[in-house]
């Protein structure tokens, strides 16, 4: 945006909704190709609803003391006509009947004219390119704007992919630029076109000039745009340009030359960042597999459950101090931790290691919760010095600052 504003450009909104005939106007012949391509929007048509007695009964049930129904038959009558939208129409009820909110709901749910809607299908269009929207634009801006007119629009585009792919999507952003003039050549586009480019970082373009042109634009003077890989030297195809089909312009009463450049964002974005499949770039959440460091995921790690009152913090710490104090006394045996009142009753708890032949806390008790390397690690406090990896651990990983023993008293408490 900031290229296209310092090189005096104007920043302009074009139409995403475009009528079906617009498409005839640009492309000719072409048309009937090109439909296949778009999404076509559809709208719901609003049921005539009417109230039989069996269907009142069943009101009844829900409002007993309801006697407007004239009212109620006005209301979805109003509904039908459009004069009141679908978000107020349960608002209205609760207004003009004085239902609750729940009862409007309940009410509306009776009839099943509202489950049974069908989209009905509109001539009306979603942009497949942004010059759907620009000869729209032109014709109106020609008559209030003097020459040469050198206008950009920044917005998504929308194609009916027969499949996604790493380089097909549904929706992709375009930045696109027209510059309408008394005078202007193919070489006078080129040079705007390496200039816009160079201004994002590509000093080195390549033009190819399609054989086949899209019926919008004039003979032979349609090409594809190329821009060096900083890092690899490959040529990648980063838009599309070319001069507006004299046949198009006369349909939308525009009597001078048009240039057409549009610069596929993703495809800059999939340079500048590596990436090569544009859905990982667009929609990182389903196609990346999520990267977190040891720092984060450190932070993650909770315990599932832990005392919030202060008795039950009491107790916890209760348990972790009489496991540290004996944690060597061999077993069976068991001491007192906590001895006091919690909601009106006395409570005893005692930390008991009930087999012979052992001790009280085992080895790994008192081990605390490191994350290293994305690998979550119990590290003994002690001992293991000539552990490599334990080593490592202790060194380069982050602690979570939370022991067995700890995280076990938690859960007792």
């Known amino acids: 945006m900031h290229a296209l504003l310092q090189l005096g450009f104007t920043e302009v909104s074009v139409p995403m909704l475009i009528e079906k005939k617009e498409v005839f106007a640009q492309y000719g012949p072409e048309a009937p190709i090109i439909l296949d391509r778009l999404f076509f929007l559809a709208g719901l048509e609003r049921p005539d609803i009417g109230i039989s007695q069996k269907k009142l009964q069943e009101i009844r049930k829900i409002v007993p003391k309801l006697d407007r129904v004239k009212e109620l038959q006005g209301i979805f009558r109003r509904y039908k006509e459009g004069e009141i939208s679908a978000d107020d129409l349960v608002e209205v009820l609760v207004k003009e009947l004085g239902l609750k909110e729940e ?61 996604l792919d790493p380089t097909h999507l549904y929706e992709s952003w375009t930045a696109s630029v027209v510059i309408a003039a008394e005078e202007i050549s193919l070489e006078d586009g080129e040079r705007v076109t390496r200039e816009i480019l160079s201004r994002l970082g590509f000093d080195r373009v390549k033009f190819s000039v399609k054989a086949a042109t899209s019926k919008y634009y004039a003979p032979q003077t349609e090409f594809e745009v190329f821009v060096e890989h900083p890092k690899t030297g490959e040529f990648i195809e980063v838009g599309d340009a070319g001069f507006y089909s004299p046949v198009a312009l006369s349909n939308y009463d525009i009597p001078y030359p048009v240039f057409n450049l549009g610069i596929g964002l993703e495809c800059v974005l999939m340079i500048l960042t590596g990436e090569t499949d544009i859905r990982a770039l667009v929609y990182p959440y389903l196609y990346k597999a999520a990267e977190f460091s040891d720092e984060e995921l450190s932070k993650m790690i909770k315990l599932e459950r832990e005392p919030s009152t202060e008795v039950g913090k009491e107790i916890a710490a209760a348990i972790v101090k009489t496991a540290r104090e004996h944690a060597d006394d061999p077993s069976p045996c068991e001491f007192k931790g906590f001895k006091g009142e919690f909601s009106g009753r006395r409570v005893l708890v005692k930390v008991v290691e009930p087999e012979s032949n052992t001790k009280l806390i085992g080895p790994a008790g008192f081990n605390e919760v490191y994350v290293y390397d994305g690998n979550v690690v119990g590290v003994p406090p002690k001992g293991w010095e000539k552990d490599e990896f334990l080593s490592k651990v202790r060194k380069q990983g982050v602690s979570t600052g939370i022991s067995y023993m700890e995280a076990f008293a938690a859960l007792a408490a």
């Open 103 to 163: 009862q409007a709901s309940r009410v509306l749910s009776l009839f099943s004219e509202f489950q049974k809607l069908e989209p009905v299908p509109t001539d009306l269009t979603l942009r497949s390119h942004t010059t759907g929207g620009w000869f729209l634009v032109l014709r109106e801006m020609i008559k209030r704007e003097p020459l040469p007119l050198q206008l950009f629009s920044i917005g998504p585009k929308f194609r009916r992919e027969q499949r």
